[in-house]
């Protein structure tokens, strides 16, 4: 439990730096931000993120993890 939460800190204050290394990569983009906020297609690429595409990951995080975003 420690553990878990000692990586949610560590990517939540360290999520800019993700976010750079990953800039290119939308699927990993979109579900760090999924974790760390807990919304799909919060980045820098705001403005040009496909918004069918956040629906498909909402739609199979609801499905895969019963989660409800």
Request: glycine share 2%; net charge positive.
């Amino acid at each position: 439990m420690i553990m878990t939460f000692k990586i949610y800190l560590y990517l939540y204050f360290f999520n800019f730096f993700f976010m750079i290394l990953f800039y290119k990569s939308k699927v990993y983009n979109n579900i760090l931000f999924i974790i760390v906020w807990g919304k799909p297609g919060v980045n820098i690429d705001n403005a040009k993120t496909n918004k069918k595409y956040n629906i498909k990951i909402r739609k199979w995080l609801n499905e895969k993890y019963k989660l409800i975003i």
